[in-house]
């Protein structure tokens, strides 16, 4: 018989604690999200012995149970809830060795809590370098518990750890600290109304809402009644309560912990000497991101064109093999092209999050926020508006909710408002075939047109972004305390696990979820674009044959193939806006792909694949395909006028859906998606329009 | 008695009172308590934001924020 145990591990953030979890699971783990919120919720199990086996929850990082925003709001809800299948047997707080005070702040509450907590002490292998010991004996006996000393990176201490967990029933769990000798006569109260609750979790159902007011609690139906006191008193009682609980802390690491200051040598200070100067680290800050890009770029054409090659090979030798017919119509022209439209650009991808994690696991982005915190301010963002902008390049889904973490409202929505507008990797296989397609060959000061004409698109949506957010800062009427707080945590070398789960995990959910979206889409645009209403449609062959009695098979073929595309349902929806978007350029088979973009902009190249390849049988690389559409005039559809204002309108619409959900979540309301949707279009078709018509 | 904003870069001073009211309560559960010691570690570009160390923590904080802390400087000898 094997036993489960349920542990979440908890800690404050740059604790090491998605290390552990990462040692713990290993590829056992998988990413899902909370009931109702986008929170990422990651679970794993774990064997600890031949009978018991862990149900491990890695709960978001926290410095309080005080929730202050929704990711530190699904901690405290999972603990405040006993009928909660998740609710931890035990809870393994995970403390850096380097800052344990302010740790233990977190493990006193959750021990008053009265679950079962465990102290894990990671990083132990910084201890002698820092001059740090530590008296565990005496620290487990004041402190209530059992500690465990790990080195998540060297892999040491975790089999101790698992012991622990089995035994985790021995673990005393009385509270640490008296709440009545903070406010006698209140919690006095409070006991007396409640006699049969626990009084810090009663204490920490009323003090939720000072700090954070989305938590639902309908959990715990015990609030009415309970407001006695005002929400300043309450939070008066919250300080105190917070320097009770650092005085008790102090006292008992007075005698367990010793740091001989002498022996810690800085290699933090000496690196922020540089990274943070203030000339050096921008300078700094900003060739980083030029290598970055750079060798995104240059890393990825590589595999980029074999998948490009190998998704045609693929759909050649099922034309061979298959009987001809509508399934293998379907397969060959609608969802290989389909997928193999989003399988391009899997490369990019992983190098960005690869590139992104690495930044953000030695502790690099932190500085960034500081560096860059002044200077946009200035257009009504936060230093924290680095981390979203950035991800922006990736995605601009994980950047809206990397947006969490900045305190105020307004900075906040405003980044919410502007990420969309930086240049994600779904917009790069437009830019990369159209940048093909029609700027010339040549360079200029070593930098070869193509190469410029990237950076620039890069640098546009940029530079809208902070205009916006600049132009929203002025027009929103919001008062809020802006509040700051960064923790500005050690550098470590980063560990090649957890970069390599990470790159692995947010690479196959962003490809599996925009893989769904173009799946349906391409089956769907298939079928539109192979049928169709009318005579037109159904008799195309002998309109076509009377029309043109001198044309020989093949190019009979061809203008049969054409004219049925123009009939069926998808070439009439064309039609219909083709006179919105003429002036931008646009003839009729783009404005079908435009369409299909509002859903995803990722499947641009796959319409175009999918409506050229319905056109002719004839199977080739995307790219040929568009170079040879040719307009009525004889001039090729993709000129540079048209190839400009197409790459200007992805760069600035805003075409994708999974976006617009997000905000929705996120806003709580319609009301900003849909300003975000409406003023983005608006924009990207004025500055189409604008430079089509300068250009052409 | 100084606010911490008026530290210079290096020195080290400990936290004498603050103005609860507009301290967030993020910033007192990190540990800015009467009685921590605090050092300014570098000030960013035109003196905003400004890094600190209070006891074992290093924050990044604003300098409107550091106006509401108000320090002892640290008596050197």
Known sequence: MSKSINIALIGNPNTGKTSIFNALTGLSQKVGNYPGVTV?????????????????????????????????????????????????????????????????????????????????????????????????????????????????????????????????????????????????????????????????????????????????????????????????????????????????????????????????????????????????GYIIFFAILMIIFQSIFSWSTIPMDFIDGSFVYLSNILIEKLAPGVFTDLLTEGIIPGLGGIAIFIPQIAFLFLFLSILEETGYMSRVVFLMDRGLRRFGLSGKSVVPIISGTACAIPAILATRNIENWKERLITILVTPFMTCSARLPVYSILIALVIPVGSVLGFSFKGLALMLLYLSGFIMALLSSFLYSKILKMKFKSYFVVEMPNYKFPLIKNIGLTVWEKTKSFVTEAGKIILAISILLWILASFGPGREFNEAENIVKQTYPSLNQIELETKINSFKLENSYVGKMGKLIEPIISPLGYDWKIGIALISSFAAREVFVGTLATIYNVQNDKVETIKNKMASEIRKDGKPVFNFATGVSLMLFYAFALQCMSTVAVVKKETNTWKWPAIQFFSMTLIAYLISLLSYQILS | MVTLDELKTGEKAIIEVFETKNLPFKLIEMGCLPGSSVELIHKAFLNDPLYIKIDESYLAIRRETAKEIFVRREIKI
């Open chain 1, 40 to 280: 990422e919720k990651k679970e794993g199990i774990c064997k600890l012995d031949r009978i018991n086996k862990g149900y491990i929850i890695d709960l978001p990082g926290t410095y309080s149970l005080n929730a202050s925003s929704i990711d530190e709001s699904i901690v405290i809800n999972l603990l405040l809830n006993k009928k909660n299948k998740d609710y931890p047997d035990v809870a393994v707080l995970i403390a850096d060795v380097e800052n344990l005070k302010r740790n233990l702040l977190l493990f006193t509450q959750l021990k008053d809590l009265g679950i079962p907590t465990l102290l894990v002490i990671n990083m132990s292998d910084l201890m002698s370098p820092k001059g740090i010991s530590l008296n565990i004996p005496l620290l487990e006996e004041k402190f209530e518990t059992k500690i465990a000393l790990v080195s998540a990176r060297n892999n040491e201490g975790l089999d101790e750890l698992k012991k622990l967990i089995i035994n985790y029933r021995r673990l005393p769990t009385k509270p640490l600290i008296s709440l009545k000798s903070i406010n006698k006569t209140y919690f006095n109260n409070l006991e007396k109304t409640f006699p049969d609750q626990q009084l810090y979790k009663l204490w920490l159902v009323i003090t939720q809402d000072i700090n954070y007011s989305n938590i639902e609690r309908n959990n715990v139906s015990i609030t009415s009644g309970l407001k006695t006191e005002s929400p300043s008193s309450l939070k008066r009682i919250q300080q105190k309560e917070t320097i009770k609980r650092y005085q008790h802390i102090n006292n008992i690491l007075k005698q367990g912990l010793k740091v001989d200051y002498k022996k810690a040598k800085d290699f933090r200070n000496r690196l922020d000497r540089v990274l943070i100067h203030n000339f050096w």
